[in-house]
């Protein structure tokens, strides 16, 4: 299955199908490996996400009222959580996206629970980062 043929759903779906967390994480990091690689213009500071252990890029744009996003990391399940990201926020107008229970999202996959503090903080400033981008542009 591509990457633009995957929903958050999906993702919900296949975590409650694996039984443990090795397995979710190989999934995290399918997922990552899916994303079209970003520019090197790309990877700059101004589409860095602060906060994260790993580097993270952001790239936003405004496309018929929806925020669309692209990212990448240079770590594999960090990537696999920037891909996890952009489907829960990537498409959807500004409003939708300051509407999304992103601590909620997190906590019925499990992954407040299991990932690292560093992670998780990491995570949390991508959320962030994507709410002041949607803010910007509402």
Not at 102 to 113: F, T
């Amino acid at each position: 299955m591509a990457f633009d043929d995957i929903s958050v759903d999906d993702v919900i779906d296949s975590f409650d199908f694996m039984d443990d967390w090795e397995e979710r994480y190989s999934y995290l990091i399918d997922l990552g490996r899916q994303l079209p690689p970003l520019s090197e213009g790309e990877m700059t500071d101004q589409y860095k996400v602060r906060g994260c252990q790993s580097q993270v890029w952001l790239v936003p744009a405004l496309e018929g009222g929806k925020l669309m996003l692209r990212g990448d990391s240079d770590a594999h399940i960090v990537k696999g959580l920037v891909a996890l990201m952009l489907l829960v926020y990537s498409g959807k107008t500004p409003s939708e996206v300051m509407a999304v229970d992103a601590v909620g999202l997190l906590g019925k996959l499990g992954l407040k629970d299991h990932l690292s503090p560093m992670r998780a903080n990491g995570l949390f400033s991508m959320v962030e980062r994507i709410q002041n981008l949607a803010k910007a542009q509402a």
